[in-house]
C-alpha cells in the first residue's frame, strides 16, 4: 500500500511545487510593476517641479569658499525670481513673472554678462536702484533710506578679517543686482562685469543637498 500511495504524494508535492513556482512568478512580476508604477509617478512629479520650480547647480572653483566648496550640491529656486513659461508638447500654456524680491546677502546663481554658456553664483551686495561705493576695502551703500550712505556689514557671513578689493562706485538700474563672491580675494563678480540684471538671475540658493554633512537650508 505504501508504493501505491507513492505516486500520489509525488503528485502533490508537484502540484505545491508548481503553485509556489506560479507564486514566485507572480509576486515578482507584481514587484516590477509596483515599481515601474513608482518610476512613471516620480517622472510625472518630479519632472515639472524639476524644469519649473528648482534647477540643480554644481559650485565649480573657490570663489564662494568658506561658505561654498568646490564640487558641492546646491538646489536652486528659480520659480517667482525669474519669467517662467508654462507648457506642454511645446504649447505654451501660460507664463509666470517674476514675483518674489532679492534681498541683500542672498546667495543666487545667474548667468554672467559677457560670458556665454556659464553659470556662477555670487551674494547680492547692491539692490536695484542702489549707489554702490568700494573704499578702502569698506563696501558702502546709498539708497533712498539713506542717501548719505551706510558701512555694509557682512559680518554674517564673511570673516573679520576679508576685505574688499577693487576701489569703484555704480549706480544700479531698476532692475540691476551687484553681486560679490565671498572670497572677495579670488572672485570674478560685478568688479569685473558689472551690475547683473535681473533677467540674467536663475533663481536663489534654496538647498545645499551634498555633501550631507554639510546640508544647509537658505
Request: aromatic residues 12%; glycine residues 10%; hydrophobic residues 40%.
Amino acid at each position: 500500500m505504501n508504493e501505491r500511495h507513492e505516486p500520489s504524494r509525488q503528485k502533490n508535492a508537484d502540484m505545491h511545487q508548481e503553485t509556489f513556482d506560479d507564486e514566485e512568478v507572480y509576486g515578482v512580476g507584481r514587484f516590477l510593476w509596483e515599481i515601474v508604477k513608482i518610476v512613471i509617478l516620480a517622472l510625472i512629479i518630479i519632472i515639472p517641479v524639476r524644469v519649473f520650480f528648482f534647477q540643480p547647480f554644481f559650485v565649480q572653483g573657490a570663489s564662494m569658499e568658506p561658505n561654498f566648496h568646490d564640487g558641492e550640491y546646491l538646489v536652486v529656486g528659480e520659480f517667482g525670481y525669474k519669467e517662467t513659461t508654462v507648457g506642454f508638447g511645446g504649447t505654451n500654456l501660460f507664463t509666470v513673472m517674476p514675483f518674489k524680491e532679492l534681498h541683500r546677502g542672498d546667495p543666487v546663481v545667474f548667468r554672467p554678462p559677457g560670458i556665454a554658456g556659464q553659470f556662477f553664483i555670487k551674494r547680492v551686495v547692491g539692490l536695484p536702484g542702489e549707489t554702490i561705493e568700494i573704499n578702502d576695502s569698506h563696501i558702502i551703500v546709498k539708497n533712498v533710506q539713506a542717501p548719505g550712505g551706510f558701512v555694509l556689514n557682512e559680518r554674517t557671513y564673511l570673516a573679520p578679517s576679508v576685505e574688499t578689493t577693487g576701489d569703484r562706485v555704480v549706480t544700479l538700474g531698476a532692475d540691476e543686482y551687484f553681486l560679490l563672491g565671498d572670497n572677495r580675494t579670488a572672485s570674478k563678480d560685478s568688479r569685473a562685469f558689472g551690475p547683473v540684471s535681473k533677467d540674467r538671475i536663475t533663481g536663489k540658493v534654496m538647498l545645499r543637498a551634498w555633501p550631507f554633512d554639510r546640508l544647509t537650508f537658505f
